[in-house]
């Protein structure tokens, strides 16, 4: 950890907090590991008592002290890691910043950092790296074919009305006739820019920027099906199960995470779009979308303004207005309540009658293009081929007044 008075301070405070909340054995276990040399057997301790007690409860009912308290042994088993476990201390430093709190934010990102910097062990071999090329090319070519991704779609795909495409439109053209109005669109040539349309289609270069970190991805068809997990897994792990994607139980997706504020060098590789400043746009979340082809993303609406920037690969998007919410049948279930009953990949007429016969626009999102999603739309997402998507949500200050 960085030293600093300012940040003995917060640790104190934290540690008198968690002493108030008779977290005893933690504080004792998180003084020792901090003290001298350190205990690494201390800061694991603490560590656990941290972790169960983030698991006691629901999410929303953790207290943000434990959040921190989590955090602080993170970064105490990293440093005690560091010398000689890599791996171990950038995985409790990137458990520390996905799960733990905001006050010791900056100390764990200082000590990714650090640990980032250092060199680290030999590359593959020649042989192996040209092959995972080889490998990651054809993942981000396939289904080019409008026949062929015909064949895995939802039935009726592509037969209705497509989404309107335009090239690089103007902020004042996207408020006028689709924010204002609530009309998704889809933009071309707004993301060319980008370094990560060119970087990110480097596998190597993903791998050395983000290889050995712990990220948390998806496994199974979709998050409604009943044998859905999800892991915690390294990047490099997660590379490699995007080559095994026959059985629809091992489909592992890194869905809707916060990457870039996990990875900042990501982060330096896109831009948020003008567009997310429609209505004193407030952006609320900017979030990544990887994995191979197959994954899904059941019919669902979200409650803010989305764009959907494609940056590698391809996607089939379709689209329902808000005014139809009833005949989609959404869950009754409170954490599913923006979800749809329906699978379109396999409707059930009989249980879902209205859903029959609904217009719906739909499209084919190609890379370099981005997607407006209005609020309250319900969206369907498949992707064609390996695909590396960014949403970036955002919260109007002046609210559209609807229509066509």
């Known amino acids: 950890m960085a030293g600093g008075e300012g940040e003995a301070e917060r640790v104190a405070a934290l540690l008198r907090e968690i002493t108030g909340e008779g977290g005893f054995a933690f504080v004792a276990s998180a ?53 000689g476990d890599r791996a171990a201390a950038l995985k409790a430093l990137d458990m520390g910043l996905i799960m733990g709190g905001n006050l010791l934010r900056a100390d764990l990102e200082a000590a990714l950092a650090r640990i980032s910097a250092e060199p680290c062990g030999g590359e593959d071999g020649a042989v192996a790296v040209d092959e995972e090329d080889q490998r990651w090319r054809e993942g981000l070519d396939r289904n080019r074919d409008i026949a062929d991704a015909l064949k895995i779609l939802p039935v009726k795909s592509l037969s209705c009305k497509k989404v309107e495409r335009l090239s690089h439109i103007s902020l004042e053209e996207f408020i006028c006739n689709y924010f204002l109005r609530e009309s998704p669109v889809i933009i071309s040539g707004a993301i060319d820019h980008w370094p990560a349309r060119t970087k990110w289609k480097d596998i190597k270069y993903l791998k050395k920027i983000a290889g050995d970190r712990t990220v948390p991805v998806e496994v199974g068809k979709n998050y409604v099906c009943s044998f859905w997990k999800q892991e915690l897994i390294t ?50 979340s900017l979030n990544a979308w990887f994995g191979p082809h197959g994954t899904v993303t059941p019919l669902h609406h979200d409650p803010h303004h989305n764009i959907l920037a494609q940056v590698l690969g391809r996607k089939y998007i379709r689209l329902y207005p808000a005014s139809i919410s009833e005949e989609l049948y959404p869950h009754t279930e409170t954490m599913l309540s923006n979800t749809s009953q329906v699978d379109l990949d396999n409707i ?57």
């Open 31 to 83: 003084e020792k590991a901090a003290a001298g040399a350190g205990d690494l057997r201390a800061a694991e301790a603490a560590r656990e008592m941290a972790w169960e007690q983030l698991h006691s409860g629901p999410w929303s009912e953790v207290g943000a002290a434990w959040r921190d308290a989590y955090a602080l042994a993170c970064l105490h088993v990293a440093r005690l890691r560091a010398g």
């Open 235 to 284: 990047f490099s792990q997660f590379l490699e199960r995007m080559w095994s994607t026959d059985c629809p139980s091992n489909l592992t997706y890194l869905a809707q995470h916060p990457l870039f504020e996990q990875i900042k060098e990501l982060s330096e590789d896109i831009i948020v779009p003008d567009y997310c400043y429609a209505g004193g746009g407030e952006l609320q």
């Open 348 to 404: 059930d007429l009989k249980e879902f009658p209205r859903a029959e016969n609904l217009e719906f626009m739909d499209c084919i999102l190609e890379d370099g293009e981005m997607l407006y999603i209005p609020p309250k739309w319900w969206h369907y997402v498949r992707s064609l081929s390996t695909s590396f998507s960014v949403s970036f949500w955002w919260r109007a200050t002046v609210q559209p007044s609807g229509g066509s």
